[in-house]
């Protein structure tokens, strides 16, 4: 059974940092680039940031460049997201998927930026 599970979303402060994490089951996570993506009240679900199935190459949406990190333990079937310097403008529910075949979405973790 496909899985997608994100967790570490929290209330930070402006400026802060967070760690999410996104554990999978149910199919050859080292196979598969992932993706992070967010959604914000109100708007469309959209891409964050993505890796390759090793690693080796990364791409960030313009907003969050330099502010954010995705990474990826192929050994743990976990994509994580790294998110700092965080703004208001980054609060959103975020939740990973492969981008190429979609599955079926996860919960999502929440994270709100406020002081």
């Known amino acids: 059974q496909v899985q997608l599970v994100e967790s570490g979303g929290g209330l930070v402060q402006p400026g802060g940092s967070l760690r999410l994490s996104c554990a999978v089951s149910g199919f050859t996570f080292s196979s598969y680039t992932m993706s992070w993506y967010r959604q914000a009240p109100g708007k469309e679900r959209e891409l964050v940031a993505f890796?390759?199935?090793?690693?080796?190459?990364?791409n960030y949406q313009e907003s969050v460049k330099g502010r954010f990190t995705i990474s990826r333990d192929n050994a743990k079937n976990t994509v994580y997201l790294q998110m700092n310097s965080l703004k208001p403008e980054d609060a959103a529910v975020y939740y990973c998927?492969?981008?190429?075949?979609?599955?079926?979405w996860g919960q999502g973790a929440q994270v709100t930026v406020s002081s």
């Open positions: 890796i390759s199935p090793t690693g080796g190459t990364t």
């Open positions: 998927n492969r981008p190429a075949s979609p599955v079926k």
